[in-house]
């Protein structure tokens, strides 16, 4: 029998980001719980490196990861970024158990639960309400992601700048802009020169 007993103020966040999304009882919540194994990474440590299968789906308590693949060339692409209540992994490799391509590293000091892929099935398996939000968060990262690759496609650099502003204020500061530009897809430069564009017509 797997333990229930975790420390309340780590999983209030993970408590709030279920309940926003499924109906859920205390002790439901509580043995769910259980599924989940606390960690603390440090700042540029590695949650997953290239060639490792992402064992782990992990839910941010605190702090700020990146998920990003790198290009022959040695340019690093920013796929996702994870603070607060977010969570990250490389769903391909956790759920097909295969090599991953990319990297998943801290840009702060950050505490994350981690839930396994065998504890993933073991929870949904003995409380299936976790199925439905798991089924949601990974049709909500689906939709996200087919609008960023139709926005990447249609929108200029600039366009993409300011919908990144208004979509993820909370990240703005948080960022150093060679980032944000990495997952714009533009040089840290081009970054620059938009910056100052829409600077000048404040």
Avoid at 102 to 121: M, Q, T, V
Avoid at 123 to 135: G, Q
Avoid at 138 to 164: C, D, G, M, P
Wanted: hydrophobic fraction near 40%; charge should be negative; charged fraction near 25%.
């Amino acid at each position: 029998m797997m333990p229930t007993d975790r420390p309340g103020d780590l999983f209030d966040r993970l408590r709030e980001n279920i309940l926003a999304k499924i109906s859920l009882g205390e002790d439901e919540f509580r043995a769910g719980a259980a599924y989940f194994t606390p960690r603390n990474i440090a700042r540029r440590a590695f949650l997953l490196q290239a060639g490792e299968v992402c064992r782990d789906i992990a839910f941010v308590c605190q702090g700020c990861l990146r998920y990003y693949t790198i290009d022959e060339k040695g340019s690093e692409h920013v796929i996702q970024f994870a603070i607060e209540g977010w969570w990250i992994a490389d769903l391909y490799s956790y759920h097909a158990e295969a090599p991953s391509d990319g990297y998943i590293d801290a840009l702060e000091d950050s505490e994350l639960l981690l839930l396994s892929r065998e504890n993933l099935e073991n929870l949904c398996l003995s409380i299936p309400a976790f199925e439905r939000f798991f089924r949601l968060l990974i049709q909500n990262s689906f939709v996200a992601y087919r609008k960023r690759v139709a926005e990447s496609l249609s929108n200029s650099a600039e366009v993409r700048y300011l919908t990144f502003l208004e979509t993820y204020p909370e990240l703005v500061h948080r960022l150093p802009q060679h980032q944000i530009a990495s997952w714009l897809g533009i040089t840290p430069e081009a970054l620059s020169r938009i910056r100052n564009k829409i600077a000048r017509r404040k």
